[in-house]
Structure formats: C-alpha cells, structure tokens
C-alpha cells in the first residue's frame, strides 16, 4: 500500500476502476466494510483519511475527535487498500474557501435543521475529492443516513460520473452502532445507549408485522429511548431515502433515523427499509461477533 498526501500523487497510483472510501480516520469494523466492498468490485481502492473541519459546529467536538493515523494505515493496509489519501490540510483547502457546495432542501430537516452547516461541509469536501481523485465508484455506510441522500443528490446535480454505494450499518455484538464515538461511552452511558437500537429493531419488526404509519414507526423507535434514563432523543424520523423528506406513511423506499444524546456524545442510528422482490424488507445491518477494534486497542 502506497501512502500519498497529493491529489496528484493518488491520480497517478490509480488504474482501471477506482473505489473510493472517504473517511474521518480513527478507523473500525464498519469502515472496513467498506474498503472490503470496494475490494470486490474495484482495480485500485483508495482510502481518504481526513478530519474535515468545515463540517463541525463552532460547539462540536473537532478538537477532541479521535486520531491515530500509524493505527489507520496499519488497518488500511491489512484490508488490502492499494491507496492510503492523507492529505493535510493545506492540499485540501489551500486558499481562504470562496466556494462551498450548498445541497437544498434533502439536509433542511433531521441533522441538517440541528447542526446548521454540517451537510455543507460535508458536500463540499466529498465534492473536493470526487474532482481530485477522480473515484469510479465511493463507498458510504448507510448509519449516516442522510449524509448518504445528500452526496447522492450532490454527485447527480454536478455530474460527477462517480457510483455512490451504500454498505449496512455494522453494529457491535450488543447491537449499538460502531461509531468512532462510542469510546466516549462510559458504562452506565454505554447501557443507556442500546435503547437506541432496541427502539431501531422494534420497528423493523413492526415492518415485518405489517405496519405501515410514520408517526406509528416513529413511536415504536422512540418509546425505548424515552424511558431510558441518561439518554435524551434529538427525533426519530421516517424519511424517504430519495429526498430525505418525512413520510406520513411507508409507501416508498425509507429509513427510520434516530438521533440521540448520552451525556456528551451524541449517537446516530437507523433501519432502511427497502422494497425488494418479496416486499418491505428492513435492513439492520450486521452485527460482530466479539467486542470492536475500537476496545481491544484502547
């Protein structure tokens, strides 16, 4: 595996089709999901580690999000990535930033009414990579749910010829989704936080069982939170999986979104539910089978 810091360096490594896997560093199971996808279909896989700051809040946690770059080589490196991008940030922004990439109406609600300017951020530096790098195909998981509806529409809006692909969310053996917050989690915090994917299991079984109301799944996925002592729930949000808009009713490809605060770390899941061949059919993702990366190392 080549580690490069230019755009230039990485164009010049890659041949035949490349996958593209953006991450923020601090690497676990889920994001070698992705690069294990990327592997399968792709020539060169190329994995981008970079903290991006354009997409924290002046309150969020920039400073103290989780790095270890020796760790994420060696991880990239087993998982057999071809290309380590590690950019700093002057090859990202060299100049003061005179253009952002601003998507409508798919981030107004859920994270974007919340964290105002998150989703800019986030188009403009998967904007930034997509025209440095060039990527045939990117890989995203489906826990960020509306992130992905977001490059989606900005990949189709500015042409870029790029594949977005969506992988399932990997989840501990518990049930909780990975997240490189998670270490924040204390043990009474860490309990309180698996009501959040008990409330998400509900509703896929609901889903199975025929129900079909918005406000009904919603409920399903917010009653285990609001009992939960220690836990205080942002919203829980079926929206449509095209445009990011709340639905009344399950009439169309959705996902069920949950976001929720355990003390200082702030935690997000979901259910897709997809129209498939045999009908609505959740999608929870996949669970591992022994505690994370993310504990054996700390």
């Known amino acids: ?3 490069v810091r230019t755009f230039a360096d990485a164009r010049a490594l890659g041949s035949g089709r490349v996958g593209l896997v953006p991450t923020m560093g601090y690497l676990h199971e889920g994001h070698i999901s992705l690069v294990d996808a990327a592997r399968r279909e ?29 760790r994420d080589a060696e991880m990239v490196a087993a998982a057999g990535a071809d290309i380590l991008f590690a950019p700093p940030l002057a090859e990202m922004y060299p100049t003061e930033m005179l253009t952002a990439v601003s998507v409508a109406d798919v981030t107004e609600g859920m994270e974007g009414g919340l964290r105002p300017g998150h989703f800019d951020g986030v188009a403009t ?14 890989y995203f998981g489906r826990k ?5 509806v977001t490059v989606r529409r900005m990949a189709t809006d500015l042409s870029f010829p790029t594949v977005i692909v969506g992988e399932p969310i990997v989840r501990e053996s518990d049930g909780l989704a990975l997240s490189s917050r998670n270490i924040y989690l204390d043990p009474a915090e860490r309990t309180a936080a ?10 896929a079984g609901a889903v199975l069982e025929g129900k079909r109301s918005g406000a ?10 609001n009992e939960e002592p220690g836990i205080d729930l942002d919203y829980a949000t079926l929206a449509s999986q095209d445009t990011s808009a709340s639905m009344a009713n399950l009439d169309r490809p959705a996902f069920l979104a949950v976001a929720a605060r355990v003390g200082r770390t702030r935690l997000l899941d979901n259910v897709h539910i997809d129209l498939t061949d045999t009908g609505w059919t959740p999608d929870v993702g996949v669970r591992l089978d022994e505690p994370s990366i993310l504990y054996r190392e700390a």
């Open 1 to 3: 595996m080549e580690i």
């Open 42 to 70: 792709c020539d060169t896989v190329t994995v981008s580690l970079f903290v991006n700051p354009l997409q924290f809040g002046p309150t969020e946690d920039l400073a103290s999000y989780p790095r270890d770059p020796d």
């Open 125 to 138: 530096v998967v904007a930034k990579l997509f025209a440095g790098l060039v990527p045939d195909r990117a």
């Open 144 to 148: 960020d749910a509306q992130q992905l």
């Open 194 to 203: 698996r009501s959040i994917s008990r409330g998400i299991m509900a509703v």
């Open 216 to 225: 009904e799944l919603e409920l399903i996925a917010a009653a285990p939170v």
